[in-house]
């Protein structure tokens, strides 16, 4: 297990309005080969107002982040750690430790959720009207005022309110669903949206139009947005900042355009030289060699080090804190300058301008 890194990950103190803190954030399970700690002491501001993307390789531990900081983590996996929110009006929340009723009232109200594989979460036998409704119903929100939302929110998402909300999920397509399934997760008005992989099922066109929806809705809602991804190219056109995700905790974040344009940890560098792009040359294209770690078993010292092209013995025996690469963007590696002239990767326009413009 990697030592606990205590950095904090965030905007400098004073700078911006803070929604989310997490401190010292695990998620662990008991398994018969040992602790698997899913999610290992994370420490995290999220800005009022911003989109975060969080990005990192498949079994990094992104879901876990999402699911922990709603304490929506399946059972028998455990968060431990502190998880503040701080509503725009009213007491700050100690999200770890609400009653069950005060949590789900949390859930949707102020932050909803669009998990992975969501779209099939439709009940294929409710019309998408009936979906809206029951959500309503269930919050004892006002119907006639929640129903006018939805359908602005439809319209908003270039959806006909009346389509749609007359339809069966069967009836719409993949992209029409997952529009609709925004609309659904936005009707309450909830101040954070966290989206996991939500258009993963999609192609490629279809991504790209929702993430400009979703940057539009942003502005109009003015909502913080989480959006987790393992594609690095896809959410940087779209996200403020980045989040890094390696083994369990972050490794890097920064404004986007600058993590993308000139990262400071190796595993960034080798996740921007793996994805493919449409001007990068093919042969350019590296897989990150080695394997991603398991979490009952994660290396001692930096996490990375067994893939790592620059590491040595200090990385072996010590977990590097964070290291300053420019104005709120760190990387925890005890080389970032190495990193940036010695780990090559080339960044194309294409990538910088993620999904504008498609
Ligand atoms: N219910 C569970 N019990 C035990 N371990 C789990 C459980 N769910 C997930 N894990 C483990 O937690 C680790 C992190 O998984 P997580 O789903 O957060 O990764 P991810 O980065 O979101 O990956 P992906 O992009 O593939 O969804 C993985 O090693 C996974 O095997």
Redesign the pocket.
Known sequence: MTATNTTDIGPATGEGDIIFELRDVS?S?E?ERGE?R??DSVNMDIKREEILGVV????????????ALLDAV?H??VVTGEITYYPRDGEPVDVLNLRDDELRRLRWNEISMVF?GAMSSFNPTMKIKDHFEETIHAHRANYTERMQHARRLLSDLYLDPDRVLNSYPHELSGGMKQRALIALSLVLEPEVLVM??PTAALDLLMQRSILSLLADLQENYNLTVIF?T?DLPLVAGLADRLGV?YA?DFVEYGPSAEVVEDAGHPYTRALLRSVPSVDAALKEMRPIEGEAP??VNVPQGCSYHPRCPLADRRCVESNPPFDEVGADHAAACFYVEQAQTEVPYTVSEERLAGGEGQ
């Open positions: 998620v399970f398994m698997s899913v999610l990192g390789e498949s079994g990094s531990g992104k879901s876990m982040f999402a699911a399946v028998p996996g992975q996991d992989e987790i393992h995700m369990f398991d979490p």
